[in-house]
Nanobody, 119 residues
Framework: QLQLVESGGGLVQRGGSLRLSCVAS????????IGWLRQAPGKEREGVSC???????TYSDSVKGRFTISRDNAKKMVYLQLNNVKPEDSGVYYC?????????????WGQGTQVTVSS
């Protein structure tokens, strides 16, 4: 079982950068794929990026080339670097863990961290 806690959200101007962090507690962190998802007000939650336990990464088309996901298994951390942010990147960002791999249902979720991009 994993517990996930996100941090690093905040207010950032268009074109700026932000780094989100997700720290895990529990066992077998190394085996989990970790995803970042976001939800804006009035919109459905969407997948942003995911990293497998083999460090393979995927990105949504809307963030490809601007966001970078990475993980540090020794620290049980996953990061999402947001660069050149846009107002449409605003929302609550969640990290989530899948016991299978990216693209499958997530088993554990964090509480979310708010990102607001001003224009």
């Amino acid at each position: 079982q994993l517990q996930l806690v996100e941090s690093g959200g905040g207010l950032v101007q268009r074109g700026g950068s932000l780094r989100l962090s997700c720290v895990a507690s529990g066992t077998s962190f190394d085996y989990y794929a970790i995803g970042w998802l976001r939800q804006a007000p009035g919109k459905e939650r969407e997948g942003v990026s995911c990293i497998t336990n083999m460090d393979d990464t995927t990105y949504s088309d809307s963030v490809k080339g601007r966001f970078t996901i990475s993980r540090d298994n020794a620290k049980k951390m996953v990061y999402l670097q947001l660069n050149n942010v846009k107002p449409e990147d605003s929302g609550v960002y969640y990290c989530a863990a899948s016991g299978l791999t990216c693209g499958y249902d997530y088993d554990y979720w964090g509480q979310g961290t708010q990102v607001t991009v001003s224009s």
